[in-house]
């Protein structure tokens, strides 16, 4: 049976949840201990926070640590006495105190604060000998600003190992250099390039929240100096190390050994045979080994030494776009995500399938893009256990289309993301807020996701509606080209008027008819204000809402019908209505508006469009009565649209834990007087919406009357009093 990705209720979070627990160690303050000459080399012609602030711009980093500067030991110890700092680096010697005794006279302040040493050539290495171990790490300054990143990024890697990789099965790259010089070189060329590799999967991402997850769940280095080391690492992070990258000699017992990564990489090639293994050596020798075993040769002083890492990141780890191939490397597609990959698996030729599912590709692809549990469904998947290679692309593809669509739900997907689609149930369009309307629609979404809802009942869908909504910087750019000071003083008909007669810009047109064309069917265009729905001063149902038919035989007057729509709930907002509610609250400030556009749940009869109930419910109860709970909520229905029961109509009232207590039907003869009998309906007939009209101007209300066949019978409720004489 094909095991499904679908959460059950109790089961772990959503992946974004989970990778927000990550990296929780962060270096945002550093304490440089140094000469001024020293520093100034650091800086070069600026200050290093703000050369460092550069650097991580130019990788995508939205944040850069802060230098604080001091060329005095003792007011190094004293700061750190009054100031909380991450990170120290320092020199080999500042004054009369050398490396090893001010690292030990740090920790005695501020036990387990990392301490790097900074060396500016050999002599400094010389000096110092073997690394004290007061030091936590040395690092050689080679003039690259990379370097810098590399001692930040390799401390917090070291902090944060061992809880990314056991709680959300983050990746480990483990790499084995013995030299300063040669690790500070490699390091600073290998974190660059491994955070540029990981910002070009964050495309990817549904909004800017997913893409920042993404960025965290990036694979973390693993820096071992000897083979014992290395050994050590490994074992530790078996589970999770992805690749091992090695120089060929290193020390192993004490001594240098001449093979001692070629030894390394037989044990880890025993353990995992399809570990990507990487040698980077001056030895030209070593290439030979390196064919033996399967695994990659760079030449450390080759020019194309940074290419040539980059191509191992790319094609060994999963990196960059996935090339599908056939047996004899010949190119047949290539793909940049998980949606490209779905729809190239239809038709690439099945050689190409069994030749990369033969070698974990997939698998290693889905990895590089934080896809663990993905990868680990799909890695153990081979031809043999289906008839023909056809049944595995089948297999693949239902995999990941489940995995996709599972990753939508609950989620509030940003237009820009490179995919949105009708499979996208809730999409941005536009930045700012989405009001308290659209938070409220997105947390349900996000709440039947993670309690397990959506394939509880197996004839049950629950699931919101298709949702868009126009963000609250749409309001803004359109009302700054209007009065709003002069709005407030006008009449309801004339700032209706001014506000349909004010155009949307043309970016914001686009937007809307891109996001639009994910809803098909009759539509539903609500206000969402930045306090709608609040909890102690809601402004639900104080501004307007417009039914749309969605019906016209021409787009074009379909796509207007909804401009007009959205205009009219951005003049609800200056209506006598809402400005005399606004007065009787404490917020005195200007209200913005989002605009929620959903589809109308229901079915169509005929010219009319409704559900078979809608209505409300609330969490808590305020009167319960018999064997109700207040906790245990209540909740208001009726036939047809929602109308009835925000308008006061006649609805059923009832606890949803106790349904069969109806206290407002104590009596058989009072279901006569209390039993709804006309409801609403979306009139199909009209192609065109007076807006004048309000939320109304789109629905019909039909009634429901008891005949002597004992069947209700619809008919239009300007002929119910008639029928009834």
Known sequence: MSESLI???????????????????????????????????L??????????????????????????????????????????FDMVITVPRIGEVDAAELGRRIHAIEPGLPVVLLVFDEGDLQLIGDRPPEIDRVMQWTGSAGVLIAAIKLTEDQKNLEHDTRSAGVRVILVVEDRPRAYSSFLGLLYPELLKQSGSLIAEGLNDFHRLMRMRARPKIALATTFDEGVRLYEQNRDFVCALMSD?????????????GVALARLVREDNPDMPILFQSAERAAASQARELGAWFVDKHVHEFQHQVRQFLTEALGFGDFVFRLPDRTEVARVRDVYEMEQALAWVPAESISFHAAKNHFSTWLRARSMFQLAELIRPRTVAEFASVDGLRQEIIRVLNEARQLEQEGIITDLAARHTGPENRFVRVGRGSIGGKGRGIGFLGALIVGEGLLHRHAELQIRIPKTVVLGTDAFDQFIDQLDPRELTELGDADVLGRVLAAPFSSAVRADLLKGWGVLKGPLAVRS???????????????????????????????????????????ASIYSTRAKTYQAGTPDDGAQKMAVVIQQVVGRRFGSRFYPALSGLAQSYNYYPVGGQRAEEGVAFIALGLGH???????A????????????????????????????????LSRSEIDLGRGPEGSLVSLGLSLLGSGKYTICPCDRLNEKRK
């Open 7 to 41: 959460p059950k209720r109790g089961t772990p979070q959503l992946w974004h949840r989970k990778f927000q627990s990550l990296m929780p160690f962060r270096v945002r303050e550093i304490l440089l201990i140094s000469s001024d000459y020293d520093a100034f080399v």
């Open 43 to 84: 800086e070069e012609d600026g200050s290093l926070s703000d050369r460092l602030f550069y650097e991580y711009s130019e990788l995508s980093i939205s944040w850069a640590p802060r230098f604080t500067h001091v060329n005095d030991p003792r007011e190094a110890l004293e700061l750190l006495g009054r100031r909380r």
């Open 248 to 260: 060929v000699r290193i020390p192993r017992g004490g001594v240098i050994d001449p093979d001692g």
């Open 528 to 570: 969402s204000s930045l306090h709608e729905d609040s909890r102690f001063q809601p402004f639900a149902g104080v501004y307007a809402t417009y039914m749309l038919p969605n019906d016209h035989p021409d787009p074009e007057q379909r796509f207007e019908q909804l401009l007009l729509a959205i205009k009219g709930v951005y």
């Open 644 to 650: 009835t029961v925000v308008g006061g109509g006649v």
């Open 652 to 683: 059923l009232r009832f606890c949803p834990a106790a349904p069969g207590v109806l206290p407002q039907f104590p009596r058989a003869r009072d279901f006569l007087g209390g039993t709804q009998t006309s409801f609403f309906a979306l009139d």
